[in-house]
Nanobody, 126 residues
């Protein structure tokens, strides 16, 4: 059973930076892609970024493009989200997700992901 554990959340001032990590369990972990989503209170889950595991191709939501960077470390079964120039609207619980499917790559669709972490809180102060 695959388990994902996020870490690195916390409090940061607007304009600051944080790096989130998501570590996956399992020796045979081999996802098609991994992604980051976020959810603010009263809001629906929102796509943030995704990375294709083998090619390292990355895609981003327009709201974070140029500020966030997603990357991965195959040997550590870990995906990262480097967040810079943070804004108050970035405040949310951030979730990592893994997709095992290799038929299509639709990274922005939450329903395409098979495994989810429990989330880590990111709070950006004014």
């Amino acid at each position: 059973q695959v388990q994902l554990v996020e870490s690195g959340g916390g409090l940061v001032q607007a304009g600051g930076s944080l790096r989130l990590s998501c570590a996956a369990s399992g020796r045979t972990f081999s996802p098609n892609s991994m992604g980051w989503f976020r959810q603010a209170p009263g809001k629906e889950r929102e796509y943030v970024a995704a990375i294709h595991w083998s090619s390292a191709t990355t895609v981003y939501a327009d709201s974070v493009k140029g500020r966030f960077t997603i990357s991965r470390d195959n040997a550590k079964n870990t995906v990262y989200l480097q967040m810079s120039t943070l804004k108050s609207e970035d405040t949310a619980v951030y979730y990592c997700a893994a997709s095992i499917s290799n038929i299509h790559w639709r990274p922005s669709i939450a329903g395409e992901y098979d495994y989810w972490g429990r989330g880590t809180q990111v709070t950006v102060s004014l």
